[in-house]
């Protein structure tokens, strides 16, 4: 059955905390911010995926979740899923003995991903429960999972090293972790092509939409993102036993695969 848990956000949806906490760098503010950024694009979000990566992006999403290792009968929860596109991919693969969560704390589009869950026509997409909650601070016991999957949201959370703890507490130990982003290249050349296409192709098509800023956004984020090589060290850090970051899509994208 399809449902919308509707958990409550701790401290980013007190208006009385928001206000006393709206100090300059703050975390908390911060992460408010990109709530509203992406429920303010998710009518948009999937078309504009399709476009600008010229549907690319489902090929490096169809790698991350093979690489989660996710399998018949798994529970596999997808962190940051906004529109669902991973939910749906895991959906087919751990079938109707198998369970997906899809889990955001932007609830425009978690509603555009129950949405999606209600039109397509496939049984085994009945097996995914969406949730609004906070990477942050997963509501799960502990070593819960068969498999994790985050897509373009490890770089967007306002806490790293927290996220991939969180992640890392929910899994089983032997279990993967799946993380599909940009990737921060150490060629010049490949963050040079990155930020040109960020800046002659996505922000002009996303202006066109009055989606300017949002999209503007991303080289920044991409900027203050981590390298493959920092990333291996904030999952170890975090409690995975290993981890490898691959370059994909010509070196503009990456998966790093954690095991815990
Ligand atoms: C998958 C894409 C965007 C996801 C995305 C992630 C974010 O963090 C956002 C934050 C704020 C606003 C929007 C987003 C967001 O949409 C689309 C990526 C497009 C890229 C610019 C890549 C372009 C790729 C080429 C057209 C194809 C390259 C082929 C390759 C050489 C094999
Ligand atoms: C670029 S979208 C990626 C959506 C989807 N995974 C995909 O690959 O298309 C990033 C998502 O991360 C979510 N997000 C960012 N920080 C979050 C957090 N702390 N907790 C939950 N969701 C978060 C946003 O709401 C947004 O839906």
């Not at 399709?50 to 929860?77: N, P, Y």
């Not at 079938?95 to 949405?115: H, T």
Request: net charge positive.
């Amino acid at each position: 059955m399809a449902s919308l848990q509707l958990h409550s956000l701790p401290p980013l949806s007190s208006p009385l905390r928001q206000h006393r906490r709206l100090s300059k760098h703050n975390p908390t503010r911060c992460s408010i911010n990109r709530q509203a950024l992406f429920s303010r694009i998710a009518p948009v979000y999937d078309n504009l995926n399709d476009l600008l990566s010229l549907g690319h992006h489902r090929v490096w999403k169809r790698m991350a979740v093979s690489w989660s290792g996710a399998k018949e009968g798994d529970s596999v929860l997808d962190v940051c899923c906004g529109s669902g596109d991973l939910a749906f991919l895991l959906s087919e693969r751990v079938g109707l003995d198998g369970q997906i969560i899809g889990l955001d704390f932007a609830k425009e589009q978690l509603l555009v991903a129950q949405s999606r869950q209600h039109l397509r026509s496939k049984a085994c997409y009945k097996n995914i429960k969406w949730i609004e909650g906070n990477a942050l601070c997963l509501p799960f016991p502990d070593s819960y999972f068969d498999a994790i999957t985050i897509g373009y949201g490890l770089r967007n959370v306002v806490d790293i090293p927290k996220a991939m703890e969180e992640m890392c507490r929910v899994l089983k130990p032997g279990s993967v972790l799946s993380v599909l982003d940009f990737n921060k290249s150490s060629e010049p050349l490949t963050s040079l092509l990155q930020e040109w296409m960020i800046d002659n192709v996505v922000v002009p098509v996303a202006s066109s939409y009055g989606l300017e800023s949002e999209y503007k956004y991303l080289k920044s984020s991409i900027k203050e993102f981590r390298t493959g090589k920092e990333l291996e060290k904030v999952a170890l850090e975090a409690g995975f036993c290993s981890a490898t970051h691959y370059e994909i899509g010509g070196g503009l994208m990456g998966n790093l695969v954690a095991m815990r």
